[in-house]
Nanobody, 130 residues
Framework: VQLQASGGGQVQAGGSLRLSCGAS????????MAWFRQAPGKEREFVAA????????SYADSVKGRFGISKDSARNTVYLQMNSLKPEDTAVYYC????????????????????????WGQGTQVTVSS
């Protein structure tokens, strides 16, 4: 599986960006997917995740109500719509794929863990200025 992330850039606080992550080399409809981010000097942290059906998603508390994750199986692409951006959202954003098709109970327990994801995109930089 190969992932290609795009859509990052520089924006002022309060602005919006939409990140895209295209997947190739597998069956997109079978993937649980997620976005993580990593700021300089910090560990990679969970941002948002979506189940393979696209019907269930979850967010970090820090982005809840501002970010939205969605999945377009026709385009093999997962999106992260980011609104009301803040300087603390500045980071490299990574998309990730979990192909294991875990049951719902396990997904809810593990979707925030970087170790659950086998494939990662190359990252796209988001910079929010105050």
């Amino acid at each position: 599986v190969q992932l290609q992330a795009s859509g990052g850039g520089q924006v002022q606080a309060g602005g919006s960006l939409r990140l895209s992550c295209g997947a190739s080399g597998g069956t997109f409809g079978n993937y649980d997917m997620a976005w993580f981010r990593q700021a300089p000097g910090k560990e990679r942290e969970f941002v948002a995740a979506i189940r393979r059906s696209g019907g269930t998603s979850s967010y970090a508390d820090s982005v809840k109500g501002r970010f939205g994750i969605s999945k377009d199986s026709a385009r093999n692409t997962v999106y992260l719509q980011m609104n009301s951006l803040k300087p603390e959202d500045t980071a490299v954003y990574y998309c990730a794929v979990d192909r294991q098709q875990w049951a719902s109970s396990r997904w809810w327990a593990k979707f925030r863990d970087t170790s659950e994801y086998e494939y990662w995109g190359q990252g796209t930089q988001v910079t929010v200025s105050s």
